[in-house]
Every structure is written in C-alpha cells, then in structure tokens.
C-alpha cells in the first residue's frame, strides 16, 4: 500500500505545512495542489520525500527560472494540472479554478474521467470534499491555513493498494 499526502491552499503558512507533516505520518510522497505551490520546495526540503505540484491561482507570476529553482524533483516543471500513475492508479492534479469549482466539482470530475483517472484532486475553494463521480474519487483537502464555510483546517492522506483508492480528511488541532 502506498500512502500520500494531499495539501491545497497553503498559502505560504509553513506552520499549517509543518501540522500537516506532523499530522500525516508515514507517506511515500506528497501532492500539493497550488495557491503558493512555491510551499512544494519546504515540504520536499521538511519531508525529503517527493512532491508533485500544480499551479494555482495565486501562483500566477512565476517563472521558468523561479519555478526550476524553486520546485524538488520529480516534478521539475510546473503546470496547471498533471495526471500521475502511481500505485497502480492514475490521479489527476489540478488546483480546480480553470475548472470552476466553485460552481462544484462535476467539470473536474468530468475531466478526470476524460483523462482515465481514478481519483481527481483539487484545491481552490479551501472547502474539504471527499465523494464519488461515477467511478471517480473527487478530493479537495480544504485549507490547513485558511478553511472557508466554517470548515476546520484540513489536509488529506490518499491510499493506493493494487490501483484501488481511498482517501481521508484530516481535520488539524
């Protein structure tokens, strides 16, 4: 089984990142999806582990040179949304604004089962959702920063066994 840290909406609160860190145990590597997607570089540095990354809307002015000195490996350039196997599973990544998700999450569902992913992963509305798009796991982490519509602050931890996956919200102390 492979574990795997999913964090949105970071918004540069290293604090939020490390309780997350803190909170997620044993991960194989982590999925940041955007609004100061430059936070991947301090969770790769605090984890040592991997990290995938897509931009967000807050993400807007960076870079090529920003962004390859700026973002650890595996991923070395940054867009706005990537599909990842891992596990046996394809995930799509994206932060979810191009997708209008705050209208709601069926467009990125869509998208993700366009793209033959098991699971579509998205930010932006710092709004925790765990729920089921046909065949499709949508997740959104919420914010450990800046939780919205009385939401906790919240990450998630996604598990892949044999391409099969679930996930968890994790509401921060």
């Not at 070395?76 to 209008?100: P, W």
Request: hydrophobic share 40%; charged share 20%; glycine share 10%.
């Amino acid at each position: 089984m492979i574990r795997i840290g999913v964090v949105s909406d970071t918004h540069g609160s290293l604090g939020a990142l490390d309780r997350c860190i803190a909170a997620a145990g044993e991960v194989a590597c982590w999925f940041h999806l955007g609004d100061y997607a430059s936070d991947a570089k301090a969770l790769g540095e605090r984890t040592r582990l991997p990290v995938y990354r897509v931009l967000g809307n807050c993400d807007w002015g960076l870079t090529r040179e920003l962004e390859e000195a700026s973002y650890p490996a595996p991923q070395k350039r940054v867009t706005s949304e990537l599909a990842v196997n891992i596990g046996g599973a394809r995930i799509f990544l994206s932060h979810g604004h191009l997708y209008d998700v705050d209208m709601g999450s069926f467009t990125i569902g869509y998208r993700a089962e366009e793209l033959n992913c098991a699971a579509a992963l998205y930010g932006h509305t710092h709004i925790s959702e765990l729920s089921a798009f046909g065949s499709v796991l949508k997740l959104n982490p919420g914010s450990p920063s800046r939780p919205r519509a009385g939401r906790k602050p919240s990450f998630a931890v996604m598990e892949i066994e044999n391409g099969d996956v679930n996930a968890s919200i994790i509401v921060l102390k």
